[in-house]
Every structure is written in structure tokens, then in C-alpha cells.
């Protein structure tokens, strides 16, 4: 474990890593609004889940998931219970409410979480990777709102952030260090 924060007795976690690989309750998708599949995360995920993961969502969101919006299926092959499939942004500049799209993607995938009653939830660095977002604004906009849902609701009990590359690591590990609770 690379750092943790605790807010109200729960823990925000950094950990170096593939997110497939994590045994919490739900692990979150970066996923796109036609819920396709891709390539990053995405792929990941459908291709360890397995078949079962594409066939829920298709079945129950034919119309796929607005940006900063996210949906819920079982998690097939994976060692977590549920994918929680969340859609960011695509970095277009920074003005064009990505900011906003960023917070509320972050806050629904809680939510669901919380929802089916899951203490522990893993994220990406959602929007990072193919939808451009940079890392350092992306860190501090997920921690963030993790940190402000947790002074809220004071559940779930673990979120933790699991992050490929070192360069994400430093940004949310800074995000990390300058929240104020
Ligand atoms: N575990 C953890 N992090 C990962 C993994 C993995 N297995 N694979 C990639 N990453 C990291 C990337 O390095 C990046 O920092 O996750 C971050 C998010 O990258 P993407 O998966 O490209 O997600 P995003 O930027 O939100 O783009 C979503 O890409 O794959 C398509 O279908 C997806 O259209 C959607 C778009």
C-alpha cells in the first residue's frame, strides 16, 4: 500500500496495480456511454470477467450510460462481486465540464456501491488513459469527491484507487496529501 487517508474512520487507499486483480466487493469500469468495450480497463475487465459481464449490460442497458453517469452488473470471472461500468469524459480542454462530468462519474459509482451494500470499492484513474484527461486534474477531482462522499455518508468503508503507471501514482498520492479533512 502505497498511502492511505482516513476520513471519518473510512480509508482512501493508492495501490500500484491491475485493477482485475483486486478482491473488493466492486471494482469500477472506465467504461464508454454505448458500453461497448474498448481497450485499457475496459478490455481488462471483459476480457478476465468474461462473456456473462457484456451480455447483463446489454440486456439491462440497451441504451447504454450517459457521461458522468455509471451502471452496475455482477463481475462473471472476476474476483470482485460487482463492476460498477462509470463513464468520464472525454478531456476536451477543461471547459467544457469535464470537471463537473469527472465528480459526478466518481460520485454515482459510489453510490451504486453503497446501494448494494459494498464496503469496499477499487477505482481506476478513470478518463486518464485513451480519453486524454490529465492525470494531475483527474487526481484531484476523484480524491476529492471521494474524500467530500465519505464526509457525507461515511461509507463505504475502503476506497481505494488502483493506478498503472508511477506517473499516477505521484498525482493521486499529491491529490491525496493535500486533501484537508
Ligand atoms: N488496471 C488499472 N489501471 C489500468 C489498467 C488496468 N488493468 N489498464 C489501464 N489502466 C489505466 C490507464 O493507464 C489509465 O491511466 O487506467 C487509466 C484509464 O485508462 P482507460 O482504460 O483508457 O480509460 P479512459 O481514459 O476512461 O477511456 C475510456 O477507453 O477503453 C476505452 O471503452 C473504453 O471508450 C472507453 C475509453
Known amino acids: 500500500m502505497s498511502e492511505k487517508l482516513n476520513v471519518n ?8 496495480g491491475d485493477i482485475t486483480d483486486q478482491c473488493v466487493d466492486a471494482i469500477v469500469n472506465a467504461a464508454n456511454s454505448r458500453l461497448a468495450g474498448g481497450a485499457g480497463v475496459d478490455g481488462a475487465i471483459h476480457r478476465r470477467g468474461g462473456p456473462s459481464i457484456m451480455s447483463e449490460t446489454r440486456r439491462r442497458y440497451p441504451d447504454g450510460c450517459p457521461t458522468g453517469s ?3 452488473s455482477a463481475a462473471g470471472d472476476l474476483p470482485a462481486r460487482f ?3 462509470a ?3 472525454i478531456w476536451q480542454g477543461g471547459d467544457s465540464g469535464e470537471p463537473e462530468l469527472l465528480a459526478s462519474t ?4 459510489l453510490e451504486l ?3 448494494h451494500d459494498c464496503h469496499s470499492i477499487a477505482f481506476p484513474a478513470i478518463s486518464t488513459g485513451v480519453y486524454g484527461y490529465p492525470v ?5 477531482i476523484a480524491i476529492g469527491t471521494s474524500a467530500e462522499f ?9 476506497i481505494r484507487f488502483v493506478l498503472f503507471s508511477r506517473d499516477a501514482v505521484e498525482a493521486f498520492t499529491a491529490a491525496l496529501r493535500s486533501v484537508k479533512v
Open 70 to 72: 455509471a451502471v452496475i
Open 9 to 16: 474512520g473510512q480509508a482512501i487507499e493508492l495501490v500500484q
Open 83 to 85: 463492476v460498477i461500468h
Open 106 to 109: 466518481h460520485r454515482r459509482g
Open 87 to 89: 463513464v468520464g469524459p
Open 113 to 115: 456501491a453503497v446501494e
Open 150 to 158: 465519505l464526509d457525507e455518508f461515511s461509507k463505504p468503508s475502503t
Open 136 to 140: 494531475d486534474k483527474a487526481a484531484a
